[in-house]
């Protein structure tokens, strides 16, 4: 039964909210705009607030909705770590959009806040500081992944490997937006464009 949770997972994750509510609106691809990240940053960007809010909504509903079954339905530990991995590894690699996805910081937050309600308050809490005090997605996201194994290994200790390889992608997905914060050239939240 757990590899079914798992597959799932992957091709719930494979549902790209970005994509989908860009069509809807009329904004073409986000892959070709912008940053090119299927992602609610560069959903912000381009079709504004509402745009945004539709694709964090659907983004995180993909951790939430498949690590939520699993845990209902009594899987191991091993199991729901490994959906909550699977749902990541569909966001960043979808095989219905050709295996360019996002880069999974929403679907992330999904898994966390079902897995463990303090991790997922902490995670935001996090972000949000972050983003008032830096005004700079990615770098928010990095510093909130870097810090969860950490936390999780206290509060959370069962699912801290599983949590450790999704924060390892989600740092190694932001690679080139490591190099942009270096070089001082990251976009900042309130531009509607992105370097």
Do not use: M
């Amino acid at each position: 039964l757990g590899i079914y949770f798992i597959i799932g997972a992957y091709l719930l994750g494979s549902v790209s909210s970005a994509i989908i509510v860009c069509r809807l609106a009329g904004l073409g691809d986000p892959r070709d705009a912008g940053s090119g990240n299927p992602g609610a940053t560069n959903v912000l960007r381009l079709g504004g607030k509402f745009a945004a809010l539709c694709t964090l909504l659907g983004d995180s509903l993909k951790g939430v909705i498949p690590v939520a079954l699993a845990i209902h339905y009594q899987q191991s530990s091993t199991i729901i770590g490994l959906v909550a991995i699977a749902a990541f590894l569909g966001h960043l690699f979808p095989i219905f959009f050709r295996f360019k996805g996002g880069k999974g910081v929403a679907t992330f937050f999904g898994v966390l806040i079902v897995l463990n309600w303090q991790l997922g308050s902490y995670a935001i809490a996090c972000w949000l500081i972050c983003a008032w005090g830096f005004r700079i997605s990615s770098l928010s996201a990095l510093i909130t992944a870097i810090t969860i194994p950490f936390y999780s290994w206290y509060f959370f200790p069962e699912q801290f490997v599983y949590l450790s390889i999704i924060c390892l992608l989600l740092i190694i997905r932001h690679h080139q937006n490591i190099k942009n914060i270096a070089s001082g050239h990251e976009s900042t939240l309130g531009k509607r464009h992105n370097i």
